[in-house]
T-cell receptor
């Protein structure tokens, strides 16, 4: 049973650049949520996708956008990168029928220089 | 005011003791509550979920929920050095998930 996968594992970008992170949900799951976790902090909710639409959004600027594909995989895009965007980006998947039981992927470590 | 508050610790307990981790939340409309364990450099791993007032036990772990006091706790019995990690409390409110900053637990052999 494949768990949640994310790519890439690590990424280094410079300020002003754009980045795309990818996530494949756990087999049987159809809902994907994205989180940003800064060092020493808990994950901060960015948004959740279900049926290819953004269902909920946290307090993140429009520079953060996403997409969900028909196969339930998802992308997180961040434009105009800032130094403060350096963090671990986590994807979590769940099944709509139990949409609050989430399983996390290994994360993508983004460093902005 | 943060939505979910946890004592950052570290909480140090000897091997075999009971570790008690606590969490408070601000939104009375919160529907479900979770405890995750996160080892350094790894992603959070779900330990327990709880939805109604009272206790829920799973092996060495017991989650306790008191909605009137807006309080969630996690007890770890017979603590092991392998339990040393950061424990994150999470709350679901209208499909938005709020995490605390986590409590670091050290179990000393």
């Amino acid at each position: 049973d494949a768990g949640v996968t994310q790519s890439p594992t690590h990424l280094i970008k410079t300020r002003g650049q754009q980045v795309t992170l990818r996530c494949s949900p756990k087999s049987g799951h159809d809902t994907v949520s994205w989180y940003q976790q800064a060092l020493g902090q808990g994950p901060q909710f960015i948004f959740q996708y279900y049926e290819e639409e953004e269902r909920q959004r946290g307090n993140f600027p429009d520079r953060f956008s996403g997409h969900q594909f028909p196969n339930y995989s998802s992308e997180l895009n961040v434009n105009a990168l800032l130094l403060g965007d350096s963090a671990l980006y986590l994807c979590a998947s769940s099944f709509q029928g139990a949409s609050d039981t989430q399983y996390f992927g290994p994360g993508t470590r983004l460093t902005v220089l | 005011q943060k939505e979910v508050e946890q004592n950052s610790g570290p909480l140090s307990v000897p091997e075999g003791a009971i570790a008690s981790l606590n969490c408070t939340y601000s939104d009375r409309g919160s529907q479900s509550f979770f405890w995750y364990r996160q080892y350094s450099g790894k992603s959070p791993e779900l330990i327990m979920s709880i939805y109604s007032n009272g206790d829920k036990e799973d092996g060495r772990f017991t989650a306790q929920l008191n909605k009137a006091s807006q309080y969630v706790s996690l007890l770890i019995r017979d603590s092991q050095p392998s339990d040393s990690a950061t424990y994150l409390c999470a709350v679901n409110s209208v499909n938005k998930f709020y995490f605390g900053s986590g409590t670091k637990l050290n179990v000393k052999p």
